[in-house]
């Protein structure tokens, strides 16, 4: 409904008369005053509190309450009515006794905004008694109603009201009131799975007003409840008026170019803010720094002494996370002196300009930059008392296909959510024109190498923008390996990346240590030199990593992890040993030796000695047969004649003397009952089971014999686990 | 039996032990009894734990071959969770099963988030799911991600205050390795590494796979904590019926003081069949040797517990489970003709050492033994002086019928053969020149049927 849609109609505005019970309570219809309404074809007026008939298509029309009348966001005049329920809308067996006459209707809590050409013509909805007075007839039949309860729609009926004295009222009072008396009492129940598709949602102003409402004493009604009570109704309700509103909804939808509030989709698009998670409001577990609360089950027991070992524990571990909040980082000077020089020479110069940055995963690439960017926001800040660069960050894993980097970057500069390809044309355009104003942009494009696609345009772009005159687009680009540029790009986008190349090295074990140390400093002085982690397990843990990546995060995760292996072993010990340790426990080498372990022993070798004899058999003869055929890859077939030669060759007396104990033989048991002794029992289920879990990998075909099988771990791990195995050995001891 | 049991206490007590065998774990509603998994449990007790009270994001890894209760391990874990610290977390299940990619993993996060949001505040109004998996992706990120670094957001807010710890359930983690770039779990493992104050995400992911960790990319390797937790199969004979008394027992808490005695009756009962000789330790024995594994167990027990008279405790029978080749019971239900073509597709693959085989060649096998079959009843026949015999004359289309019988029913398979990366399926040589896979041979014929006289003959090379 625009403008042009008021045509046949005119409008005046009337100010607020003041004092009167009409008065609405809202702010906003106040600032407006109130509209009249008049129809030029037949000098129909409507104004705030009028009841009209209001087409619905097909049927008798429905009786409509006008709610307000309001300048409009996405139309120009807003008319918003509360619906009348007919008496022939509602089922006959929940309709109160004294209300089954003909003109009978009932005023429910569903707010609606319509259409000014729906508007049939006005009625008059009358109270009980009035009703009784007035006689029917052809005239007004059509158009005369009795209202003497509200409802909800759909089976509740609330307790007779006098119509007279809540229209006197004004029509927010009786909107309040519809909707309190509408509820059912009952709906207590939890609520269900919610519809999202509802046709006649209820629209209260609540969710649809922009703007926060003041809530006044008679509104702060539980906005749950009213939920749960339309939500429940709508499920049964008879289709019948969802039928009767749609076309409506779509010739409204099609004439408006806003978008159709009618919908949830359409909502959901105009409410495009991202939700947020409720928090919890913590019980604090600890309740200042000195003290504990003993809350666990099993530090319940732990006395006082106890209690700040287990609390020295979590605090060293909350410091060596890699999530831990730093002041500074350590070992990273020069880079980071190197990257902020590079960067602020950008900004001030208001150039833009390309920075790469590479190393491998887990030597503060990431954290630096964050570290140097803050820096940057605060000194600038400083010296020139405003903002003097805006900040995006991009990472490459965490976009879902290359070409939405445009998208984020796009939204950062306009707020706009657009989809890629227009973001693109509207990112060059934006790039290209000159703008004084234009705040220098630096992005971080982390894991850059994920948005390289194909024609590799996204990263032609991205690299192509700073060379721009007016861009002011600062990319800092960031990848895993030093080269990638050149592996990877074509001539023509690392000729653009520029020269500005940072290089992160991997730790060495000193500064490994030194990053431990830094982040244990604190707690070591508070904790009166209970030293936690003693040196040597640090230097141990940094050595250990240095050694293979130089990767921080790995060496933190070894430390936490031998924490915690300390921690248990401490509280597993004796009450009595507890109490000599006087509250010092100190992790050693022993500890982080056994968490290095953990992190690097694979579990195969453990999930080997696990498998069943015929599973292991399995394997063996694999082995056997790639003994004599020297191919990698044997088809099933092979490894299922290999098995049963050699269930007829060897003896296996281990496995005989085992199972004659239960009285069983070997044969019987390895192929059941039955007597062609082709497959052993069980065989496809357990081939599956060693290709599920990696040891070996079987080809995906439909015939048994002929999937190819392969093995997947290293052949002298498979001999080194089996010859353990009592049953195996004779077999593994010809290999 | 010395005190007869009112009828419905034994059918209650039959009731509860078929409830323990059937397969509820994955539900994660009930806690179900487990095996010798008591470390592991508390092991992710108190990760979790520390998820909720200290905000301390970890990544884990359950692995186990399958059947060895990852799944309700876990479940167990946050029920015992759930029951200490009410609505204080979520929990999001993905399976690589159901979202077989990682967008349709985002997709079920974001509406998974909608619904705990849902039943939360009863806000609908707002949701995590866009239309486009990029907005579904950022929305998700912007409520998990706590450490980018944005422009005009205080980073060192709040103390008291945190979000929603969340804890994601990843069954079948391995299927997110296949992606070249991991996105979801690169994600997930690097929100959950950087876990602040006032986000907290735990990550546990459960797999077959024993060597997951070495699949992981060295960007998503890097930001796992390394924690992984191995269940195995029992290694142990005894151990295994441990566990297949804990499955097969009931709890005599879950009764009623009537059915007390009934139940511990029932479990003594149970013991010593699993300990001394019987049919049910067979069977347990028989299952350590080949299988090992306790859903299949599970399924064997059943009809064995339904139809046990419980006055006695004495067992149904025990059904096979038959987990074998498809392809033995076809061979048992072919008809004459057509098992004497597998035959002779066999014999010509194994005369010639071919690996496959087409129409002409097995037919011409088959006409060749069928006329020199004739030919010797013929000779013997004159021997004995009495007229030439015609034999049944099989036609080629009636032996071409059951060639493509055979291949209807799977004993014959196509090779998959590429040429230049395409698959060459286009084979237009006619029907009958088509080559073939056999998927048994002549000897498993002989053996499945060693008690028919004219296969063995037929068979003999």
């Known amino acids: 409904m625009s403008q042009k849609s008021l045509q046949g109609w005119t409008f005046e505005l009337k100010e607020p008369e003041n004092g009167t019970p009409r008065r609405s309570r809202r702010s906003a219809a106040a600032a407006v005053g109130q509209i009249r309404l008049t129809r030029d074809a037949d000098r129909l007026e409507l104004k705030k509190g009028d009841t009209v008939l209001v087409s619905s298509g097909t049927g008798p029309p429905d009786v409509a309450l006008i709610r307000d009348i309001d300048f409009g966001t996405d139309t120009f005049l807003d008319v918003r009515v509360l619906w009348f329920m007919r008496r022939s809308e509602a089922d006959d067996g929940v309709l109160p006794q004294d209300s089954r006459l003909e003109n009978d209707v009932f005023l429910t809590p569903i707010a609606e905004k319509i259409r000014l050409d729906d508007i049939v013509g006005p009625c008059t909805v009358l109270s009980a008694s009035q009703f009784a007075a007035v006689r029917l007839d052809s005239s007004n039949r059509g158009s005369t109603f009795r209202c003497q309860r509200f409802s909800d729609r759909d089976s509740y009926f609330s307790d007779l009201v006098d ?21 059912p009492p009952r709906q207590g129940s939890p609520r269900k799975k919610k519809r999202t598709d509802t046709p006649t949602r209820p629209k209260t102003p609540k969710m649809r007003s922009p703007e926060p409402m003041v809530l006044s004493d008679s509104e702060e009604l539980d906005l749950e409840d009213l939920d749960s009570a339309y939500e429940s109704p709508l499920e049964e309700r008879p289709r019948r008026r969802e039928r009767k509103r749609k076309p409506r909804a779509a010739q409204k939808s099609a004439k408006s170019s806003s978008p159709s509030k009618s919908t949830p989709r359409g909502l959901r698009k105009v409410n495009n803010s991202v939700p947020v998670l409720p928090t919890v409001i913590r019980q604090k577990f600890f309740e200042d720094d000195n003290e504990l609360v003993i809350d666990d089950d099993d530090l319940q027991e732990v006395v006082d002494t106890d209690g700040k070992v287990v609390k020295t524990f979590r605090k060293a571990k909350e410091k060596l996370l890699p999530s831990a909040k730093l002041q500074t980082l350590p070992c990273r000077d020069q880079e980071s002196a190197q990257l902020y020089s590079s960067l602020l020479d950008a900004i001030l110069s208001q150039l833009g300009r390309c920075i790469y940055v590479s190393g491998t995963p887990g030597v503060g690439k990431t954290a630096t930059i964050r570290e140097v960017i803050k820096q940057l926001f605060v000194n600038l800040a400083n010296d020139n008392d405003k903002k003097m660069f805006n900040y995006l960050e991009i990472n490459g894993l965490k976009l879902m296909s290359p070409p939405a980097a445009y998208e984020a970057l796009y939204h950062k500069i306009s707020g706009d959510n657009v989809k890629a390809g227009a973001a693109l044309d509207l990112l060059e355009r934006h790039f290209e024109t000159k703008d004084e104003t234009r705040l220098p942009l630096v992005v971080l494009l982390d894991e850059m190498d994920q948005i390289v696609t194909k024609n590799q345009t996204v990263m032609y772009n991205f690299f192509n923008w700073p060379t721009y005159e007016n861009s002011k687009l600062i990319v800092v680009a960031v990848a895993n390996t030093m080269d990638l540029p050149e592996r990877l790009l074509t001539n023509k986008i690392s000729s653009r990346l520029g020269l500005t190349r940072i290089q992160f090295p991997g730790y060495t074990y000193a500064q490994l240590s030194e990053i431990i140390k830094h982040r244990l400093e604190k707690i070591e002085r508070a904790n009166e030199n209970k030293l936690v982690i003693s040196k040597d397990a640090i230097e141990f843990a940094s050595r250990k990593v240095a050694s293979v990546s130089g990767d921080a995060r790995r060496s933190l995760v070894i430390c936490v992890r031998a924490l915690e292996i300390a921690e248990m072993e401490f509280l597993s010990k004796p009450q009595q040993e507890r109490d000599e340790l006087q509250g010092r426990y100190t992790v050693g080498i022993m500890h982080v030796m ?31 047969r790639r003994k004599r055929t020297g191919s990698a890859e044997l088809p099933l077939g092979e490894i299922i004649d290999e098995m049963n030669n050699q269930f007829g060759m060897v003896l296996f007396s281990e496995l005989k003397r085992q199972l004659s104990h239960e009285q069983l033989e070997m044969l019987e048991v390895l192929y059941g009952d039955e007597n062609s002794r082709l497959r052993v029992d069980g065989l496809g289920y357990i081939v599956r089971e060693l290709d599920e879990s990696g040891v070996i990998a079987q080809q995906q075909l439909r015939a048994e014999r002929l999937r190819l099988v392969r093995l997947n771990v290293n052949e002298d791990e498979i001999i080194g686990c089996l010859k353990r195995d009592a049953l195996m050995a004779d077999l593994i001891a010809t290999m | 039996m010395t005190v007869s049991e009112p009828e419905q206490n034994l059918e209650l007590l039959r ?63 946050l029920l015992d969770l759930q029951e200490r610290f009410p609505n204080m977390f979520y929990v999001i299940r993905i399976s690589g099963f159901y979202q077989s990619d990682d967008k349709s993993a985002i997709k079920e996060i974001a509406r998974q988030l909608d619904w705990h949001l849902l039943r939360h505040s009863g806000n609908w109004s707002v949701s995590f799911e866009r239309f486009s998996a990029n907005d579904t992706m950022n929305s998700v990120m912007s409520v ?47 929100v959950a590494q950087s876990s602040s104050n006032s986000h907290a995400v735990a990550v546990i992911g459960l797999t077959t796979v024993t060597g997951v960790r070495e699949q992981l990319e060295k960007r998503v390797k890097s930001r796992f904590s390394q924690k992984v937790i191995q269940l195995t199969k029992p290694r142990q004979l005894a151990e295994f019926c441990d566990s297949v008394y804990c499955m097969i027992s009931v709890d005599p808490d879950d009764f009623e003081p009537s059915m007390l005695e009934l139940a511990q009756r029932y479990n003594s009962h149970m013991k010593t069949l699993l300990g001394g000789a019987s049919e049910l330790r067979k069977l347990v024995v028989r299952n350590f040797y080949t299988v090992k594994d306790l859903n299949i167990l599970k399924s064997q027990l059943t009809p064995y517990i339904a139809k046990m008279d419980m006055t006695t405790f004495s067992g149904g029978p025990i059904p096979l489970v038959n987990t074998n080749n498809r392809s033995f019971q076809i061979l048992a239900s072919l008809s004459e003709l057509e098992l004497k073509l597998v035959i002779c597709a066999g014999r010509q693959l194994l005369k010639n050492s071919m690996d496959q085989v087409n129409f002409n060649i097995a037919y011409e096998e088959f006409e060749r033994i069928s006329s020199s079959q004739t030919n010797t009843l013929n000779s013997q026949l004159q021997t004995m002086g009495r007229v030439k015999l015609d034999s049944a004359h099989h036609s080629r289309d009636l032996m071409l019928a059951c060639w493509e019988r055979l291949i209807y029913y799977g004993l014959l398979v196509e090779p998959i053969r590429q040429i230049n990366g395409i698959n060459s399926s286009f084979y237009t040589g006619g029907e009958s020149n088509k080559m073939f896979h056999l998927d048994v041979t002549v000897e498993d014929v002989a053996r499945l049927f060693r008690h028919t006289d004219w296969v063995t003959k037929w068979c003999r090379i």
């Open chain 1, 163 to 183: 119509w007279d004295d809540y229209v006197s009222r004004g029509t927010e009072y009786v909107y309040q009131q519809v909707k309190e008396l509408a509820i």
């Open chain 2, 144 to 190: 998990l991600d706590g450490s980018q670094l944005m422009e005009g957001k205080d980073q060192n807010g709040d103390d008291d205050e945190m979000q929603m710890p969340i804890i994601f359930v990843i069954d079948e983690l391995d299927k997110y390795t296949n992606d070249a770039k991991q996105t979801l779990l690169y994600n997930l493992f690097d």
């Open chain 1, 594 to 624: 056994k968490a290095v372990n953990e992190t690097t022993s694979t579990p195969v070798a453990n999930y080997l000695n696990s498998l069943s004899f015929a599973a292991k058999m399995v394997l063996v003869a694999f082995l056997l």
């Open chain 2, 15 to 77: 009731q509860r032990v078929l409830a323990n065998l059937s397969n509820r774990t994955s539900s994660g509603l009930v806690k179900v009894r487990l095996n010798n998994l008591e470390m592991e449990q508390v092991q992710i007790y108190k990760m979790l734990e520390n998820t909720i009270k200290f905000n301390e994001g970890k990544s884990c890894l359950v692995i186990g071959p399958r059947g060895s209760g990852k799944t309700t391990m876990v479940n167990n874990a």
